[in-house]
C-alpha cells in the first residue's frame, strides 16, 4: 500500500492502542478456562444493557442470529409478514427468511434512505406481524413514525441496530426503543469484536429469557440437560465479550470523531457530492459515510487512482436480489438511490487531513 493511501477501513488502526489489554483479558480468559459463557460475557452484557438504556442483553453469535432469534422468541415464523426496508445489508432479509417467515420489501424515504413510515403503513395486511426498523449507516429510523405504525397495526417494532451502536433519536439510544433490538459486533461495526459477535436487547424480561434459551439448545434454567425448546448454538464467547467490554468505554468519544469528520466532508466536498441527510432529531453516529452524486463512476475511477478506499451501501436493493426474486416488484426510490450512492472513508482513526485528501480527488470527478 503506498504511503498516501487512505484505505476505506483500516481495522489494524481501530485496535492497535488496545494490543496490551486486549492480551492481558485474553491471559485471563486462558487461565480461567470458561471460554464460553465466562464472567466476560455476563459482565459485558450488564455493561451494554445499561449503556443503551434497556434492561435486558444477550449476547449471540452475530447480528443475522441476532434478529432471527428476536424473531424466533416474538413467535414470529411461518405463514407471518415482517415489514422491511429494501434498503439494508441482505442479513435482515436472510433472518427473517430463517424463521419461515417472508419479507414484505418497503421503500425508503429520499433524503434519509431509511424505512418510510407511510410505505411500511401502506404494506400492512392480516398476516403482518412486525416492522423491522433499521437503524442504517449509523441514523436511527424515525422513531416516533415507526412506533406510531407498529402500535396502531399490532406489530412488533424490531430494531435492526447493527449499525447504530450509541446512536439517539430525540434522546433515546438504539436498542432501548422497540419491543426488541438485534446488534452485530462484526469488527468493522461502530463497537466491533475481533470476530463476530451479536446481541439481543429488550427490556421484556420474559422475551429475553425466551431469546437466551432458544441461543443455548433451547436449555431449561437450572437444569442442562432439559431442553424444553427447539433451540440452536448461538453465543457470544468470552474472548469477545471481553474484548467489547475494553471498546465500550470509547464509543461515544469514537463516535463524536465520526460527527466532526462528517462536518469536515460537508464543509469540503464539491457541490456534486451530497451527503445523506441527518434528520433534527437524530444523533448520527456515522457507521458510514454515504454521499449521493451522480458522478458515481467518475468518483471512484479518481478515488481508486489516488489510492482512496470507497464502497457502496448497497449497489443492489434487497428486492432485487435473485435470493429475494419472489419478494420482487417495485422500490423507486431505493432503486434510484442504489445508483447514486457512494461511500467514503469513515473511521474514528481518520485525520482531519485525510478528509481533506478526499474532498481535494472529488474535485476531479467530472462528467
Ligand atoms: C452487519 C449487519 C447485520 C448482520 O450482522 P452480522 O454480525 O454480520 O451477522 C445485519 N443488519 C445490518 C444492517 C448490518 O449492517
Redesign the pocket.
Known amino acids: 500500500m503506498k504511503s498516501t493511501a487512505i484505505p476505506f477501513l483500516d481495522l489494524v488502526a481501530v485496535n492497535a492502542d488496545l494490543q496490551v489489554d486486549l492480551e492481558l483479558a485474553w491471559k485471563a480468559i486462558i487461565g480461567h478456562g470458561k471460554f464460553v459463557g465466562g464472567p466476560e460475557v455476563e459482565r459485558f452484557e450488564r455493561q451494554f444493557a445499561e449503556f443503551c438504556g434497556a434492561r435486558c442483553c444477550i449476547g449471540v453469535a452475530?447480528?443475522?442470529d441476532a434478529?432471527e432469534l428476536a424473531l424466533t422468541a416474538l413467535g414470529i415464523g411461518r405463514g407471518d409478514e415482517v415489514i422491511v426496508p429494501t434498503n439494508?445489508?441482505v442479513?435482515?432479509a436472510e433472518a427473517i427468511c430463517a424463521t419461515g417467515a417472508r419479507p414484505r420489501f418497503v421503500d425508503v424515504l429520499p433524503d434519509t434512505l431509511l424505512l418510510d413510515p407511510a410505505a411500511a403503513a401502506d404494506a400492512v395486511n392480516r398476516r403482518t406481524a412486525a416492522v423491522i426498523g433499521?437503524h442504517?449507516f449509523g441514523q436511527m429510523v424515525d422513531v416516533p413514525a415507526v412506533s406510531a405504525v407498529a402500535e396502531r397495526y399490532k406489530l412488533a417494532f424490531i430494531e435492526?441496530a447493527?449499525?447504530a451502536h450509541g446512536a439517539r433519536h430525540s434522546g433515546r439510544r438504539a436498542g432501548s426503543i422497540g419491543h426488541v433490538a438485534a446488534f452485530?459486533f462484526?469488527p468493522g461495526?461502530n463497537l466491533g469484536a475481533l470476530g463476530?459477535g451479536?446481541a439481543v436487547m429488550t427490556d421484556d424480561v420474559q422475551l429475553a429469557d425466551r431469546v437466551r434459551r432458544l441461543a443455548n439448545h433451547g436449555r431449561a434454567e437450572g437444569d442442562r440437560h432439559r431442553h424444553e425448546l427447539l433451540g440452536r448454538n448461538s453465543r457470544l464467547d468470552s474472548i469477545q465479550a471481553a474484548a467489547l467490554a475494553l471498546k465500550l468505554p470509547r464509543l461515544d468519544a469514537e463516535n463524536s470523531r465520526r460527527r466532526e469528520l462528517m462536518d469536515r466532508y460537508r464543509a469540503w466536498l464539491p457541490p456534486s457530492f451530497e451527503p445523506v441527510r441527518t434528520d433534527p432529531a437524530a444523533e448520527h453516529v456515522h457507521h458510514l459515510a454515504v454521499v449521493r452524486t451522480a458522478v458515481r463512476e467518475q468518483a471512484r475511477t479518481a478515488l481508486t487512482a489516488a489510492g482512496v478506499g470507497w464502497g457502496v451501501h448497497y449497489p443492489v436493493p434487497c428486492h432485487r436480489q435473485p435470493a429475494f426474486a419472489e419478494y420482487g416488484g417495485r422500490l423507486p426510490v431505493a432503486e434510484q438511490a442504489a445508483e447514486q450512492i457512494l461511500s467514503l472513508p469513515m473511521s474514528p482513526t481518520l485525520r482531519d487531513t485525510d478528509i481533506a485528501r478526499v474532498c481535494e480527488t472529488l474535485r476531479g470527478a467530472r462528467p
Open positions: 452475530n447480528g443475522t434478529i439494508t445489508f442479513a435482515t433499521v442504517l435492526d447493527a449499525q452485530s462484526y461495526k463476530d451479536g
